[in-house]
């Protein structure tokens, strides 16, 4: 983090999975699995400022870090919850717009968020139309939409519910009015590459 812009996204990774906002610029709900150094959550709660945000995360170490990495305080639309993802969207009973997962720990990506049951219950949380966002770090090539920065080393999937690989479309490609220009021009870079492997899918 840099003290000096701490709510900026400085690893190319995280701007890729940002590009969810092609889809859906304001979602209404967005669910974080994995809080990490807290880049993705302090992005969205400044530039999404319309959208109720949730983060679960497992570690309670990782959450007592929050004010060191100028994490907000839970409000009225931002809250970090200490809980197993897998878990919860197993139990949730609310619809979100997005998810993105980025469950990392020193090891690795855990088991629970690898498996089959995992993702039929992101399919089952996800609102109709919702996108399921995913840092693999992997070369997944029966991926739905895959976009690789082969810089850092990182494979990030998009999924949009009831919309298969082909049908993935997006609208004219606007900077959200939350999106300062600075801001905006740091992701022409992932979003291009999201453009590219929109065009490159097979019709």
Same mark, same amino acid.
């Given at each position: 983090?840099?003290?000096?812009?701490?709510?900026?996204?400085?690893?190319?990774?995280?701007? @890729?999975?940002?590009?969810? %906002?092609?889809? &859906? =610029?304001?979602?209404?709900? !967005?669910?974080?699995?994995? *809080?990490?150094?807290?880049?993705?959550?302090?992005?969205?709660?400044?530039?999404?400022?319309? @959208?109720?945000?949730?983060? %679960?995360?497992? &570690? =309670?170490?990782?959450?007592? !870090?929050?004010?060191?990495? *100028?994490?907000?305080?839970?409000?009225?639309?931002?809250?970090?919850?200490?809980?197993?993802?897998?878990?919860?969207?197993?139990?949730?009973?609310?619809?979100?717009?997005?998810? !993105?997962?980025?469950?990392?720990?020193?090891?690795?990506?855990?088991?629970?968020?690898?498996?089959?049951?995992?993702?039929?219950?992101?399919?089952?949380?996800?609102?109709?139309?919702?996108?399921?966002?995913?840092?693999?770090?992997?070369?997944?090539?029966?991926?739905?939409?895959?976009?690789?920065?082969?810089?850092?080393?990182?494979?990030?999937?998009?999924?949009?519910?009831?919309?298969?690989?082909?049908?993935?479309?997006?609208?004219?490609l606007r900077r959200p009015p939350t999106f300062d220009e600075k801001?905006?021009?740091?992701?022409?870079?992932?979003?291009?590459?999201?453009?590219?492997?929109?065009?490159?899918?097979?019709?």
């Amino acid at each position: 983090m840099d003290l000096r812009h701490p709510n900026a996204l400085h690893l190319e990774y995280t701007r @890729s999975m940002m590009g969810f %906002v092609l889809f &859906n =610029p304001a979602p209404e709900n !967005l669910a974080m699995i994995g *809080l990490g150094g807290g880049s993705l959550a302090k992005f969205c709660y400044k530039h999404l400022a319309t @959208s109720n945000i949730v983060v %679960v995360e497992i &570690n =309670p170490y990782v959450i007592a !870090l929050r004010n060191e990495f *100028l994490v907000p305080e839970d409000d009225e639309r931002f809250s970090v919850v200490e809980a197993d993802g897998a878990q919860f969207v197993g139990s949730s009973s609310q619809a979100f717009d997005v998810i !993105l997962v980025d469950g990392y720990d020193h090891k690795g990506l855990p088991s629970a968020l690898s498996t089959q049951g995992f993702y039929d219950d992101c399919f089952g949380t996800l609102a109709p139309n919702g996108i399921l966002v995913v840092n693999l770090h992997a070369d997944h090539r029966h991926a739905v939409l895959l976009v690789e920065d082969k810089r850092e080393g990182n494979s990030v999937v998009f999924a949009q519910k009831d919309q298969q690989a082909k049908s993935l479309t997006i609208g004219p490609l606007r900077r959200p009015p939350t999106f300062d220009e600075k801001t905006w021009n740091s992701f022409q870079g992932p979003f291009a590459r999201i453009l590219s492997a929109i065009k490159a899918q097979p019709r």
